[in-house]
């Protein structure tokens, strides 16, 4: 049964029910540079960013989150070969907690960088003891007594695991078959175990995050070698894990909303995250959370106040200690080189039988030149993008790395979806589920000698990210623990796809000549591929066409030439299904049949009317960054905001009624057209 808690009312509806069936959130997949970019060109400000995120997090927080699941505890138990000494960890730590303080230390206890036994159990005591305590107690009292709590937790891990010379006599035993076997079971990654340590810093705003909330509690992953002390100076890109910490522990559901824009930060300052955990600590309540691609799975609480709270809370930190980093959440195909201070990217490419599911045929690893692209959203895709090369490659021969999770439609069609699919849902995924790789190859094959060699993207290799033991990525190997189906309603792989050649953003072009140039070379091959692919394209926006000005052949005389990406979206115009009622764009950019989600099917003119779009946003706030308006000092274009914000059959009407004759489209629209 589901924990009952206060609804919220509803103020504006949210679109992050809509998020899965590819529309672009607002802010979604964003580095630094592109969230730049995309203030710059007024698809976003920062107070509606930080508004859009809030409401959209108390509608995560309110639909998105499943309660009381103890199974997810069950991705991070240990082997069974290791269950003596994670038994014996959680004895001790749990013991010397029961045990009184040995030295009577009064008054609140101060946060200190370095340990020490005695202040961490008196510490823990106190936790333990908050429903006793005074109503005026403050919640910025529990942030030294969790962080002694955790500390002293990674003290019994620490001493253990090393009188027990656990790392060197299980890599001595763990070899041959056995090895392997296990590895197979558990999917541990790495099997040498790691401490949990807190960050110093409180109720403090970490590097790396695009909003001004202050983390309460940060964790860290650190070796077994580390001193056991507060750790200085959290960076989200750093962090294993953040605690949100409440006084009343029937605040928990304000605390899942906080976590959610934390979580949000982690995922875009950490690209080897493929999932992420976090807990929320209201009063002496404790809840694991485990953030997936399509939805959080929240423990049934852990009141540490009582002996069975306290041991599964200790149980908890333990398992986590003993967990592989693939376990955890990390990609092991990515790994940070420090001698070249440059991240590493393996790429594993499949050839096209059976499917696209065919066998590896060969591992090539890439270094990352600079990120393009982060995945600062929740659920979804994921989508990171990475200007590479290959290790050890020199000279111009860049590539463009897209990382995402996708939805297969291979594994669609052959069954794979459980039964209490939606009609509506299992005819989407079987039918439209668009597969990127097999569009380009497509695309490729269909354009070949053609005179638009530099219109669309070339897939140079693609294929399933592998982990170890040759085990393929995605969410049905994660969750092998779970008997749920529900959990395998939307299956996702993890993919990548090694491209050519490389662009740049729409707002570099220098005048207004380059940018009718690109924008007409992007259509013309997307008419090409309408008509000799048979694919639909259906995100038409500032963001999916480039600008390319190194070019390979000196044949070519132009100053740019416009290359349209991200066929993610596109699907096949001849499928009988195709195009039904499935809204996918970025929203100042769709047409209005789209935003409406409509059941008669999508077309060419959608994507022109998208273009359209396009123009009107670009001749509004400027071509470029030196041509940019300030939207702030300009109120004429409050029509064209409109696009922007709302739901999104509140935009299409707006579109409607500015589109309704030349001279309303006049005074609403052409009227902020810049001279």
Known sequence: ???????????????????????????????????????????????????????????????????????????????????????????????????????????????????????????????RSLKAMPGNVKEASMYPLIKEFIMLVAHHVRDKANSHNYAVAHRANGSGARTRAMNRTTTLGTLNPHIILPYEKADYKPEGGDDSRKVDVALGLFNLSNTIKQQKYPKYKDMFAIIEAKRDENDFCSAYVQLIDYTRNIYANQDRRRYAWG?????????????????????????????????????????????????????????????????????????????????????????VIKPIMSASALFGRHTRCYLARRKGGRGKNKVVLKDSWSLPRDLAINGTFSSDLMDEERSYIAADAPDEARNLRLISEKLAGMELDFLYPKAESSGDVILSEGIADNTHAIFSFDNDEKEKKLFRVHRRIVMSPVGHYLNTVHNEEELVLAVADAMECHNAILTKCRLLHRDISVNNILVVREFKERSVRRPVRGLLIDFDHAISIDKESSGYATRSGTLPFMSIHNLMGHDSKRTALDDWESLLYLICWQATFGINNADRKDVKADRIVAEILKWRDGDMVDIANEKRKQLHSLD???????????D
């Open 664 to 674: 309303t489209f006049e005074s609403t629209i052409l009227v902020g057209f810049q």
């Open 279 to 367: 807990l929320t600590m209201c009063g002496t309540l404790v809840r694991c959370c485990l953030f997936h691609h399509d939805g959080i799975r929240a423990s049934s609480a852990m009141d540490i106040s009582t002996p069975n709270g306290l041991k599964k809370f200790v149980t908890l930190l333990v398992h986590w200690s003993f967990c592989g980093s693939e376990r955890l959440g990390y990609d092991p195909t990515m790994a940070w080189n420090r001698k070249t201070h440059k991240l590493e990217i393996t790429c594993t490419s499949q050839d096209d039988k059976n499917n696209g599911r065919g066998r590896s045929s060969e591992a090539v690893t890439y270094e």
């Open 1 to 127: 049964m589901k924990t009952a808690r206060k609804r919220r009312p509803n103020k504006r509806k949210s679109n992050a029910n809509q998020l899965e069936r590819g529309v672009c959130s607002e802010y979604e997949c964003m580095a630094p540079e592109q969230k730049r970019q995309r203030i710059d060109s007024g698809l976003q400000t920062p107070n509606s960013m930080q508004n859009e995120r809030k409401m959209e997090a108390e509608n995560i927080a309110d639909k998105c989150i499943r309660e009381n699941t103890d199974s997810v505890l069950l991705l991070i138990k240990p082997h069974e070969s290791l269950r003596q000494i994670t038994d014996s960890i959680i004895h001790a730590t749990v013991k010397s907690i029961n045990q009184t303080a040995r030295l009577d230390r009064s008054g609140t206890v101060e946060s200190g960088g370095s340990f020490d036994l005695d202040r961490a159990i008196q510490s823990t005591h106190q936790l």
